[in-house]
T-cell receptor, first 114, second 111 residues
Framework: NAGVMQNPRHLVRRRGQEARLRCSPMKGHSHVYWYRQLPEEGLKFMVYLQKENIIDESGMPKERFSAEFPKEGPSILRIQQVVRGDSAAYFC????????????FGPGTRLTVL | SQQGEEDPQALSIQEGENATMNCSYKTSINNLQWYRQNSGRGLVHLILIRSNEREKHSGRLRVTLDTSKKSSSLLITASRAADTASYFCAPGVDSSYKLIFGSGTRLLVRP
């Protein structure tokens, strides 16, 4: 059973461009979580999704950030018009239904905004 | 969910020694999880201890939970250089899914 997959692992964007981060949960997992980690800090919760539904996006910035988890395909975290402050590591985690205690994390996508 | 605070912030030990790191939290919990993060990598789930458990073992890991003191400790015995990583605790409340991490304990195991 493959773990949580994220791609790309590294992403470089110039200010004003769009960043699209992908997350494929573990097989059989229908809950996906996105976290952001700034250097020397712990992970900060961004959003929790189930298939086709956003359950909690309380950690998402109100503007420029969006997330989806379609019926088919990976979950996408989309950042429009990126700014330097968006540079961080973005981690995806998944858990099985029903809402599980343990979240399994992917290797992360490191976004660098020039 | 609520944030756990890990202590110490950094710990440096010699290979073969034991490493102990602590986690404190503020309100009642259902469970508490420990995760490890190697530099530049994602988090790896180490162990989950439920509020009705006092101690749990997994290989060289031993976790204790004291709900009266609202604290947990993670002990790594006979440490190895490969244990060098940051360690995070995540207290869990009810069926909350939102893991809230502190800044972690950065463990360095010197060969």
């Amino acid at each position: 059973n493959a773990g949580v997959m994220q791609n790309p692992r590294h992403l470089v964007r110039r200010r004003g461009q769009e960043a699209r981060l992908r997350c494929s949960p573990m097989k059989g997992h229908s809950h996906v979580y996105w976290y952001r980690q700034l250097p020397e800090e712990g992970l900060k919760f961004m959003v929790y999704l189930q298939k086709e539904n956003i359950i909690d996006e309380s950690g998402m910035p109100k503007e420029r950030f969006s997330a989806e988890f379609p019926k088919e395909g990976p979950s996408i975290l989309r950042i429009q018009q990126v700014v330097r402050g968006d540079s961080a590591a973005y981690f995806c985690a998944s858990s099985p239904p029903p809402k599980g205690d343990t979240q399994y994390f992917g290797p992360g996508t490191r976004l660098t905004v020039l | 969910s609520q944030q756990g605070e890990e202590d110490p912030q950094a710990l440096s030990i010699q290979e073969g020694e034991n490493a102990t790191m602590n986690c404190s939290y503020k309100t009642s919990i259902n469970n508490l999880q420990w995760y490890r993060q190697n530099s530049g990598r994602g988090l790896v789930h180490l162990i989950l201890i439920r509020s009705n458990e006092r101690e749990k073992h997994s290989g060289r890991l031993r976790v204790t939970l004291d709900t009266s003191k609202k604290s947990s400790s993670l002990l790594i015995t006979a440490s190895r250089a490969a244990d060098t990583a940051s360690y995070f605790c995540a207290p869990g409340v009810d069926s909350s899914y939102k893991l809230i991490f502190g800044s972690g304990t950065r463990l360095l195991v010197r060969p």
